[in-house]
């Protein structure tokens, strides 16, 4: 038994006063003659039996009302059991450490059955918190994947202000956190309420495993709408054309979709945008868009999908960058791939003869595109220069071979490295652009490019690969002008411009998660893998079993009543001889 | 003068306010033998003595037709035994006597003084020879028992000469009165009876050994037979000091009981040993205390 208010439990101190007052009662009666004292004497020594018992029970009776009562003010209340009207408001139930997870990402804005999925896990989410009491333990973790402690009154408030966010919840770690949190808590009772559709794709494979923590989770939707999103949507180098990739829940066919185009300087917000293309395509196809011949600068464009029951991944913007052409001079180090790459560039009008850029094994007088030289001898010779210059990084010595990893240079990714030079650099690992066995390969300090390798064959696979022209493109027009490719983020979509002085250099795209275009569901098998111990309930079943292992029941009616009797009991005996 | 009205049947209190108790008995005497239209005591004697004039409550067998007839006039004979009566009083004048449960009523001695007189002057109407002894602890007063004139104011005078007593201890002056009591008479005890019942019973049935009517007069406050008073109280006994802490409403109905038993008790005894008892409460009307006499 516990109870709510326990400091009405000094009240039982006030069990002493019937005592107590009988006490004092008796200390100073009133005095009165009376003849027939003998009479009264008679009377009291045959009734004294009688009387001591009366005296005793009256005693009892007034100490246990009091008692009583103390007791019912102090609302204590006892376990119940399951079952039998769990979802009536103000249940009352022991204190309870209470995580509710509730997923707001992008996909919790589909509308099933005429309705947000969102409105109804945020009414679950309501009537979870609206039940805890002041002995409660409350945390509410949304898509952000923090667990917000508070109020009951506060995390209401949040749960009523979430709305569908472009982040994704992955939500076993989710779960997992939420569970250990409420573990952590001191309480007779800990539970985890997951109220999420579940897709699939959110699960991942972790499992939540927590013990004496009750989990219970919102059982998936039976009905999944077919829905399409665009997943991605790049420029390649240069703007020579626009891929475009539909992801969405298998078997949903394909739809329209149209990319349009804004004028540099004019976002999706304002200027008239150009249609560049316009096609079909269903979830897990790519498709590439050509894009016009465009002018140097940043261009901003968006694709759009005909709307469906998920409204929030049907748009995505990308930018596109075009650089004025590099004018690029390679020495005659450099080898025949490199030269025969800027032939191609310089027909494609990608680049031009000039001394913009110097590819070769020295140092160029504006920006610099830095080879190993062919005689390890020059080596020093190459690295003083460096120096001089006041590049941070030089070449080291030879390092094992390995394919190359980069996050900005997606074309040559995987390719092979036979032979390379380490570089090691003063200050950490700033500037790297590309690695090779984890180690710098391809780094930029101000305007020197230095490249681990040599483009040459017996050197690294990369003047075999498809990507090496763009490759070259790459390091003449926009990685030795310092430009940082487009890159994507999960946000609210929105482009930000990176700017160093009065000029671009880069841009981060943000659109949502393109995993949550696919709204599949997990399978019961997926489910209980994810949550084995978890009990998982339709919104009724939730509803009964809702602080079912703390519940309580207020017994502080059934001590009135009991006072009540007592009050009856007590009068009747204090009158029965009266 | 006293009220016309029958005051032997007015709320004694009421009646004790109208003067002492001279004026009150005869006031109740009045009314009492104009109710009951005769003598309530009738001597024993046939021999006749003398005329007095007839008094209203005279037996009109007694009226002396001849005289009426002569003289228009009315007169009843009297015969000679019948001072034969000696009549004595004992008055019960110990502490507890002077209490009274209501300051409405009277105490039980006020009561008992008024019906004593009363009974005095009925007794010596009837030329009977009568007497009183009052005690507590002890005998305080015996005024022997004569018909002459005077004698009722005597004994109002005795009545109003003793004072409230200590303890009671009737059975010594029983004994004493049987002492006093030569001849055959009627010995009437006025007490609350609050003493040792078997002593007093012995010396009562003594009494009645020696050929006299016994009549015991119970007085009780009505105050004495149902208990009442504040939630809780110290009881304490005037004649004793002692005393007891009680709660009245959870021992009024063992008290009731306890009284209704004692009285019963007093009844049942003295029944058996010839005596008449009567339970008088002080907020009796006196005639009809009276009438019981009778």
């Known amino acids: 038994m516990t109870f709510l208010h326990p400091l009405a439990l000094l009240g039982l101190a006030a069990a002493a006063l019937p005592a107590l007052l009988h006490l004092l009662e008796r200390r100073t009666p009133p005095e009165a003659e009376f003849p027939p004292l003998r009479y009264l004497r008679d009377a009291e020594r045959q009734s004294a039996r009688r009387l001591r018992l009366r005296h005793l029970l009256l005693l009892i009776l007034r100490t246990a009302l009091v008692a009583v009562i103390v007791l019912a003010a102090a609302r204590p209340i006892v376990p119940t059991g399951r079952g039998g009207g769990g979802g009536r408001s103000g249940a009352v139930h022991a204190p309870t450490a209470l995580a509710v997870v509730l997923d707001n990402s992008l996909s919790a804005g589909a509308v099933v059955d005429g309705r947000p999925v969102l409105d109804r896990l945020k009414a679950l989410a309501r009537a979870s918190l609206a039940q805890a009491t002041a002995g409660d333990r409350l945390w509410l973790v949304l898509a952000d994947g923090v ?23 992955e939500v076993v770690p989710a779960v997992e956190r939420a569970a250990r949190l409420v573990a952590a808590e001191p309480l007779p009772a800990r539970e985890v309420h997951v109220l999420s559709d579940l897709q699939r794709t959110a699960l991942g494979t972790g499992t939540v495993d927590v013990p004496d923590v009750a989990l219970l989770v919102l059982a998936p939707p039976e009905r999944v709408p077919a829905n399409r999103g665009v997943a991605a949507a790049r420029a390649g180098e240069g703007g020579l054309g626009l891929t475009i990739a539909v992801s969405g829940t298998p078997g949903a066919g394909a739809a329209p979709l149209v990319a349009r185009l804004h004028a540099p300087g004019n976002g ?71 030269a025969a790459a800027l032939a191609v560039l310089r027909v494609a009008k990608r680049v031009t003869t000039g001394g913009g850029v110097s590819i070769g094994e020295r140092l160029g007088a504006a920006h610099s595109v830095v080879l190993p030289p062919g005689d390890p001898a020059l080596l020093g010779q190459v690295n003083r220069a460096l120096s001089a210059r006041g590049v941070r990084w030089h070449f080291g010595a030879p390092g094992p071979p390995g394919t190359i990893a980069s996050a900005d240079l997606a074309m040559v990714r995987g390719v092979q490295v036979n032979r390379r030079y380490r570089l090691e650099g003063t200050e950490g690992d700033s500037g790297v652009v590309a690695t090779v066995s984890g180690e710098p390969w391809l780094v930029r300090d101000g305007g020197v490019v230095l490249v681990g390798s040599r483009l040459d064959t017996t050197w690294t696979a990369l003047p075999a690969a498809p990507g090496f022209v763009p490759f070259v493109d790459a390091l003449a027009n926009r990685i030795a002008r310092g430009e940082a490719l487009v890159a994507e983020a999960v946000g609210v979509p929105r482009v930000q411009f990176v700017t160093r002085g009065a000029d671009t250099v880069g841009a981060t795209v943000f659109g949502p998660d393109p995993r949550e275009s696919d709204l599949t569901p997990g399978t019961p098998d997926e489910l209980h893998r994810s949550f084995p111990g978890a009990r998982v309930l339709d919104e009724a079943g939730l509803a009964a079993e809702r602080f079912a292992g703390a519940r309580r029941a207020d017994v502080s009616g059934l001590l009135l009543g009991f006072a009540l009797l007592l009050a009856a009991i007590e009068l009747a005996v204090a009158s029965m001889s009266r | 003068m006293v009220d016309s009205r029958r005051l032997d049947l007015l709320d004694p209190a009421e009646v004790a306010r109208l003067g002492g108790i001279e004026i009150v008995a005869q006031g109740v005497v009045e009314g009492f033998l ?27 067998r007694y009226l002396d037709w001849k005289i009426l007839a002569r003289a228009d006039r009315l007169f009843v004979k009297q015969f000679e035994e019948e001072t034969n009566l000696r009549a004595m009083i004992l008055l019960d004048a ?4 002077a209490w009274r449960g209501d300051p409405a009523r009277l105490t039980k001695r006020g009561y008992a003084d008024r019906l004593v007189a009363a009974l005095a002057l009925i007794l010596l109407r009837q030329r009977d020879a009568t007497g009183l002894m009052t005690f507590d602890e002890a005998v305080r007063q015996v005024i022997p028992a004569r018909v002459k004139a005077g004698q009722w104011t005597r004994l109002v005078r005795g009545l109003i000469d003793t004072p409230d007593g200590l303890g009671t201890a009737a059975e010594a002056a029983l004994r004493q009165l049987a002492g006093l009591l030569a001849r055959r008479g009627l010995v009437v005890l006025v007490s609350d009876l609050l003493l040792d019942r078997e002593l007093a019973l012995t010396a009562l049935r003594y009494l009645r050994h020696r050929g006299h009517q016994v009549i015991v007069l119970h007085v009780m406050d009505p105050a004495e037979l149902d208990l009442a008073g504040p939630p809780e109280v110290r009881f304490r006994d005037p004649e004793s000091a002692a005393s007891v802490v009680v709660r009245p409403r959870e021992l009024a109905g063992a008290y009731a009981a306890t009284v209704r038993r004692e009285i019963a008790g007093w009844r049942t005894a003295c029944r058996r040993h010839g005596v008449a008892y009567h339970h008088i409460r002080t907020d009796m009307p006196f005639g009809m205390a009276l009438r019981l006499l009778a």
């Open chain 2, 94 to 97: 110990s502490r507890s006597m």
């Open chain 1, 268 to 338: 999706p917000a304002g200027g008239r945008a150009r249609e560049v293309g316009r096609t079909l395509a269903a979830p897990g196809q790519s498709v590439t868009l050509p894009l016009p011949p465009l002018a140097p600068g940043w261009w901003m464009g968006e694709v759009w999908l005909d709307a469906d029951e998920l409204r929030g991944d049907d748009r995505r913007l990308f930018v596109v960058r075009v650089a004025p052409p590099a004018s690029v001079a390679a020495d005659a180090g450099v080898g025949p791939f490199v």
């Open chain 1, 147 to 169: 667990a917000r402690a508070g109020s009951r009154e506060a995390l209401l408030a949040s749960a009523d202000g979430a709305t569908a966010t472009p982040q994704r919840l």
């Open chain 2, 34 to 60: 104009a109710g009951i239209h005769r003598s309530p005591f009738r001597g024993f004697s046939v021999e006749f003595t003398e005329h007095r004039a007839y008094q209203p409550g005279d037996e009109l």
